[in-house]
């Protein structure tokens, strides 16, 4: 069964600190990775990741996937409170059609 | 324009009744999904229709009975409702080789007292 951890669970932080969310994952037929930001509704989609090694950026935010070690991480640097959020992160699979299996996110909460 | 809507929005009713979620995109995508996502934020994916086919029914309870009568549109029909079902659902919708990511719905919160 395809899985998928994220680390830490949750964390605090002050405005203006760098924080680094992990995301591994156990999949078979690998498609992409996807990172997504849930506020108080729906996900919405922040990076997709297929390539070892290529950093996505938009922002403060970037991530970087790493195939042969079967991570990723998601970078926020000089963080603010819009930033506070439950940060998903998803995997891909070509299980016969698009299929996402998600972590169970990191809850971020930055304090001004 | 919302991409992908769902009504309703909330959704409070008692046990044993049936009730219907509907989900709508305008964004062209050819594949439609059901999500659930449970009272400690894990979602999970129910059901996944490609151009009004089912695709993915990840063993979800018969109670639970999704219709997609043309591929902007997937419904999700849930009979007998139980406590358990209560959740918040997100319908999404991605191209079908989900290149893009999905884009989700705002949810519908189903309460069952």
């Known amino acids: 069964e395809d899985k998928v951890v994220q680390s830490p669970l949750s964390l605090v932080v002050h405005e203006g600190d760098t924080v680094t969310l992990n995301c591994s994952y156990e999949?078979?037929?690998?498609?992409?990775l996807l990172w997504y930001k849930q506020e108080k509704k729906a996900p919405t989609f922040l990076f997709m990741l297929?390539?070892?090694?290529i950093e996505k950026k938009s922002g403060r935010l970037s991530s970087i996937l790493d195939k042969k070690e079967l991570f990723s991480i998601l970078n926020i640097t000089a963080t603010q409170t819009g930033d506070s959020a439950v940060y998903l992160c998803?995997?891909?699979?070509?299980?016969?059609?698009?299929?996402?299996?998600f972590g169970t996110g990191t809850r971020l909460t930055i304090i001004p | 324009d919302t991409a992908v809507s769902q009504t309703p929005k909330y959704l409070v009713t008692q046990m044993g009744n049936d009730k219907s979620i509907k989900c709508e995109q305008n964004?062209?995508?050819?594949?439609m999904y059901w999500y659930k996502q449970d009272s400690k934020k894990f979602l999970k994916i129910m059901f996944s229709?490609?151009?009004?086919?089912?695709?993915i029914n990840e063993t979800v309870p018969n109670r639970f009975s999704p219709k997609s009568p043309d591929k902007a549109h997937l419904n999700l029909h849930i009979n007998s409702l139980e406590l358990g079902d209560s959740a918040v659902y997100f319908c999404?919708?991605?191209?079908?080789?989900?290149?893009?990511?999905?884009?989700f719905g705002q949810g519908t919160r189903l309460t069952v007292v």
């Open positions: 999404a919708s991605s191209q079908v080789t989900g290149l893009g990511g999905a884009f």
């Open positions: 999949v078979t037929n690998f498609r992409s």
């Open positions: 297929t390539s070892s090694g």
């Open positions: 998803a995997v891909s699979s070509n299980f016969g059609n698009e299929k996402l299996t």
């Open positions: 964004l062209g995508h050819d594949t």
């Open positions: 229709y490609n151009n009004k086919e089912l695709i």
